[in-house]
């Protein structure tokens, strides 16, 4: 059974960093690539940043370019999020997300195991 815990969520004012983690267990974690995706208040949810199984290849949303970084330890079946300079806009629920063998970034598709999300919220 697969199992995504994330955590490292809070308030944070405008310009402040935030790390979040993600745990994962049930499959073998360098294998699947992970995404962070994010939902804020009466919006849909959209992608944020992805890595591929080995760490080689990342993937950001535009407005986050510059300011978040993913990255996985595989020897520790955990990925994170650093999250710099952040911004009001970034208040979201942020949800660590393992991908399926075959696998579009962006896509929340194919991303078939979801962890339960954590509060990033931002003040101005």
């Known amino acids: 059974q697969v199992q995504l815990v994330e955590s490292g969520g809070g308030l944070v004012q405008a310009g402040g960093s935030l790390r979040l983690s993600c745990a994962a267990s049930?499959?073998?974690?360098?294998?699947?690539?992970m995404g962070w995706f994010r939902q804020a208040p009466e919006k849909e949810r959209e992608f944020a940043a992805g890595v591929s199984g080995n760490g080689g290849t990342t993937y950001y949303l535009d407005s986050v370019k510059g300011r978040f970084t993913i990255s996985r330890d595989n020897a520790k079946n955990t990925v994170y999020l650093q999250m710099n300079n952040l911004k009001p806009e970034d208040t979201a629920v942020y949800y660590c997300a393992q991908s399926a063998a075959v696998w579009t970034p962006t896509n929340s598709k194919t991303y078939p195991y979801w962890g339960q999300g954590t509060q990033v919220t931002v003040s101005s």
């Open positions: 049930g499959r073998t974690f360098s294998s699947y690539a």
